[in-house]
């Protein structure tokens, strides 16, 4: 069964970008549970950084995959 799942493996570049991504994101989150309500400014920020951040995790994994423009509409559209 497992042999069926479509399991790419990434190249060594994609792993790095994908591992200090994945390093950043947890650093975002972390921020982002000190910073609570105390700074608004601050708050908004990190949530905006977090989100982008994602997209770029987003990015990279879609191009590991070879997602095309209109499968990535169909997933993004899916998991709004």
């Given amino acids: 069964f497992i042999e069926q799942l ?3 493996i990434a190249n060594e570049n994609e ?9 950043k994101q947890l650093e975002l989150a972390m921020r982002f549970s000190k910073v609570k309500d105390k700074h608004v400014d601050e708050r908004t920020k990190t949530v905006d950084e977090i989100k982008y951040n994602d997209g770029q ?10 997602v095309t423009d ?3 509409t169909i997933i993004e559209t899916s998991i709004k």
Avoid: Q
């Fill in 6 to 8: 479509p399991i790419v």
């Fill in 15 to 23: 792993i790095a970008k994908l591992s200090n991504l994945s390093k």
């Fill in 57 to 66: 995790i987003n990015e990279v994994v879609y191009k590991i995959y070879g």
């Fill in 70 to 72: 209109n499968e990535r």
